[in-house]
């Protein structure tokens, strides 16, 4: 009798340790489905934010740049001349307009980066030619001067030149923007053992503090916590950086030292056809 009592009592045990499981599992698969609605519905609501985004940008880009237009035609003097105050002043006001328009144009960027819009086409590009073409574009009137390599011992890379003057433009400005007095330099290097391309940007700015370095790739980060910062812009030019280089097959990484500066290197694979097999294959033109 105290035997079969015991079994018994062991039976009834274990039923109630199976009904507690039961209850457990059933929690964590309501749990579970509460999740997973909860994450549909965020990226729902990031993809409306996106596509709000980059509608109105749109929408804003494009009287912006008649705008714009007709302000150049004004400095040119085709509606007549004017004097030094007016000149000024609308010298001024082109200054504005342009800062308005490469806000506008990274809000645009970005949603297309987020909602996966924008398709990566590969041709094959001369890196010597797209550092000489920056060079003359962004080495003009600028308080901190910007040396770009004279030639680069490099072959022929593919990959996206759109995307990929995008990428170093937003680091120059980065790179200026950051530092007060000094120097920014461009470098480049082939690494042959594993057929891939290093760009690096580096500045003699104030530095960036490790524990700040993935944060500065994060949407919206300013980084106005860092000394002689020019609080032109949202925050989105780093963020740009690390979304195209990641489209193109590669990795961007910083390094720094506080009251020194800091060296942004962007590795790309030369021939990224592996590098981008898993992506939507609409996103890839040859």
Known sequence: ???????????????????????????????????????????????????????????????????????????????????????????????????????????????????????????????????????????????????????????????DETKLRRVLTNLLENAVRFTERGVVTVDARWDPVHDRVELRVCDTGPGIPEAQFDRIFNAFHQGNDRPHANNNGIGLGLYIVRRLVTLLGGEVSVTSKLGEGSTFTVTLPRKPLLALAGAPQAALTH
């Open 1 to 159: 009798m105290g035997r079969r009592a015991g079994a018994a009592a062991r039976q009834r045990q274990e039923r109630r340790r199976a009904d507690q499981r039961d209850v457990v599992a059933k929690q964590l698969e309501r749990t579970l489905d509460e999740l997973r609605a909860a994450y549909a519905k965020s990226q729902e609501s990031d993809r409306v934010k996106s596509t709000f985004l980059a509608t109105v940008s749109h929408e804003l880009r494009t009287p912006l740049v008649a705008i714009i237009g007709y302000i150049d035609l004004l400095l040119e003097g085709v509606y007549g001349k004017m004097t030094e105050e007016q000149e000024e002043a609308v010298g001024r006001v082109q200054q504005a307009g342009t800062n308005l328009y490469q806000i506008i144009s990274g809000l645009l960027d970005a949603s297309r980066l987020d909602l996966g819009t924008d398709a990566v086409e590969l041709r094959e590009v001369d890196l010597n030619t797209t550092l000489r073409d920056l060079r003359a574009e962004l080495d003009g009137n600028r308080a901190v001067r910007i040396y770009f390599p004279k030639q680069v011992d490099i072959p022929s890379l593919v990959t």
